[in-house]
């Protein structure tokens, strides 16, 4: 019987080491991969250029009810310019696009936007055979890896590169359940036949279950970038039917800020394993111009928004369209700059819909009661009016006494994007408030947050429901475990 007793102890202890092993690799491998080096060339922090009012555009497209009648109308500006930078090019052709597809939902209708782009590209390759056009994307267009991606399919037929991102040397951004992932599953691939219904659309293939348990970790290649020898276009909106109708916001700019996109591009593609070398772009001399304009990256996004919005003062004017609203660190500084005086104006999108799919508000909704009840009432809130669309704008503009200081790009103001885990590309400038780049971003603004001519915003009140209470508590949770999409 002693002995027995005697086995039973050593196997506990045996156990007892194993789970312990196991608890501390698998937090070693949280630490790690929370922690660990950015590849380099990433979180990127260009230099200032400085341009003229003739050589950056803010463009816009707007999804809106007029004043008179319910039919939708649309105002589009962005893929415009896409393509005609796309038509102009000669040399080379840089995309880095976070959604290139045709899904969405049985029921649904929607402008081929995914395959507009993809034959725009096709036929400029064709009319110029040497023109060398490159476009990297995500592998959210191939469901994880589930399924090809007809629109890569072609571009490759058309002798054009393309990319899927690699991902994986990113920091986890939901570390409890990526370091699972990474232990159990990441060595087994996500290709197979699909068998399970596809996350984003019901006319898209199956999916693996490797592959959902790869979307989990919730890691994206969210850049918007299209850079030729001529132009370079930073805009929020994506080439993706199910988005066409959405409202976004964007620069075109001409110049040296065009190379350090290359560069910044140059690091994303270094992440596969067999990167391939992009086209270098031949730097101007002298640059004139009283309008500064710089390029960033992932965290650096959120270094100058910090900068940004502490300098706001008394007198100062802080405007912000935001598709998501959640950093922490950017909530308590938006209740900062209001306690010192500065008129804090935002307009939201009420995070109603993502792709025919409904949502319940979060983490606009919370985050927006609790701006308005910290900052009684000082910080002035306006709810896009959408239908089915989203208002997916990431656009701030501070104005101060003479000069504008403008962020935009693909980066939403929530930790994800901005804290050095999704890939992501915006552009800083800062100009006179005379220049017309100011006046036009300032009469964006106030043309949708007066409701100048059609139904752009509702008040605040609007969206106001007697769940809000669970709903703050759901996102702090979300923010609190990192096991968000936002």
Same mark, same amino acid.
């Given at each position: ?207 693996? @279950?490797?592959?959902?348990? *790869?979307? !989990? %970790?919730?890691?994206? =290649? ?8 001529? +132009? /370079? ?61 710089? @390029?960033?990256?992932?965290? *650096?996004? !959120? %270094?100058?928004?910090? =900068? ?8 100062? +004017? /802080? ?168």
């Amino acid at each position: 019987m002693k002995d027995v007793h005697t086995l039973k102890k050593k196997r506990k202890k045996r156990w007892l080491l194993v789970i312990i092993a196991f608890i501390m690799l698998y937090a070693a491998v949280i630490v790690y991969q929370t922690h660990k080096p950015l590849p380099a060339g990433l979180s990127m922090e260009g230099p200032i250029h400085r341009v003229t009012d003739a050589d950056i555009e803010f463009l816009s497209d707007l999804t809106y009810k007029g004043k008179l009648q319910d039919r939708i109308n649309q105002e589009q500006m962005i893929f415009d310019h896409i393509y005609q930078a796309i038509e102009a090019a000669r040399q080379f052709v840089v995309i880095d696009m976070f959604l290139i597809n045709g899904y969405y939902k049985t029921g649904q209708s929607f402008p081929p936007l995914s395959r507009m782009f993809i034959d725009k590209l096709i036929a400029q390759k064709e009319k110029y055979p040497d023109l060398d056009m490159v476009v990297i994307t995500d592998e959210i267009n191939t469901s994880y890896g589930s399924h090809a991606s007809p629109e890569l399919e072609r571009l490759k037929g058309a002798g054009i590169r393309t990319v899927i991102t690699n991902v994986d040397a990113l920091r986890d951004s939901n570390p409890l359940y990526s370091a699972g992932w990474r232990i159990f599953v990441q060595w087994f691939g996500q290709s197979g036949r699909g068998w399970l219904p596809n996350s984003m659309s019901d006319k898209a293939p199956d999916m693996t @279950l490797r592959s959902y348990m *790869k979307l !989990l %970790n919730a890691k994206a =290649n969210h850049r918007k970038v299209i850079a030729t020898e001529k +132009t /370079l276009i930073v805009p929020s909106g994506n080439a993706h039917d199910a988005s066409s109708y959405n409202s976004n916001s964007g620069f075109e700019i001409k110049g040296n800020i065009i190379g350090d996109a290359l560069e910044s591009e140059q690091a994303v593609m270094n992440l596969s394993d067999s990167p391939m070398q992009l086209p270098t772009y031949n730097r101007i001399g002298q640059e004139n111009g009283d309008i500064e304009v710089r @390029l960033l990256t992932e965290g *650096k996004i !959120l %270094n100058h928004l910090r =900068n940004e919005i502490t300098e706001a003062k008394l007198g100062d +004017t /802080l405007w912000m369209g935001m598709f998501y609203l959640a950093d922490r660190e950017v909530i308590q500084l938006l209740l900062q700059a209001a306690d010192r005086g500065v008129q804090v104006k935002l307009i939201l999108d009420p995070n109603e819909s993502a792709f025919g799919n409904g949502k319940i508000g979060i983490p606009n909704r919370p985050v927006a009661s609790e701006l308005l009840e910290k900052s009684h009432n000082r910080i002035e809130i306006r709810w896009y009016h959408t239908t089915q669309e989203q208002y997916h704008t990431k656009l701030m503009l501070v104005e101060h006494e003479g000069r504008a200081v403008i962020q935009n790009g693909s980066a939403n103001f929530t930790t994800r994007n901005l804290a050095d885990l999704n890939l992501e590309t915006n552009i800083e400038v800062s100009a006179p408030l005379t220049s017309k780049l100011a006046q036009d971003v300032q009469r964006y603004f106030l043309k949708i947050w007066r409701n100048d001519g059609a139904e752009y915003t509702l008040d605040a009140s609007s969206y106001k429901d007697k769940s809000i209470g669970v709903k703050r508590v759901l996102y702090k949770l979300q923010d609190w475990l990192d096991f968000t999409t936002f």
